[in-house]
């Protein structure tokens, strides 16, 4: 007769590799949300008032400044070489 092997326990949970490999990825993604968050509200980007104030006349598409031109026009503009 031959003795039968028990199966080896593998241990609590938290000793196991692939457990951490699964849950620590998605967790550190988390983690960097908030830190992205964090940064974002407390350094938010400027508003360009002085310049929306400057283009706010008459003729305040004529005054934007390229930067602040829509896309399609941008695009377009760049695809003509500037006619």
């Known amino acids: 007769m031959s003795q039968q092997e028990k199966p080896k326990s593998s241990g609590p949970w938290w000793r196991e590799k692939f457990m951490w490999l ?3 990825g998605p967790s550190l993604v988390v983690v960097a949300s908030f830190a992205t ?7 938010p980007d400027p508003v360009l008032e002085e310049r929306v104030a400057e ?3 008459a003729d305040a598409k004529a005054k934007l400044p ?3 031109a829509p896309a399609q026009k941008a695009r377009n503009h ?3 070489g500037g006619h």
């Not at 968050?37 to 350094?43: R, S, V």
């Open 22 to 24: 699964v849950v620590g």
């Open 37 to 43: 968050l964090a940064l974002a509200l407390n350094f």
């Open 55 to 57: 283009a706010s006349g």
């Open 66 to 68: 390229t930067a602040l």
């Open 78 to 80: 760049a695809a003509t």
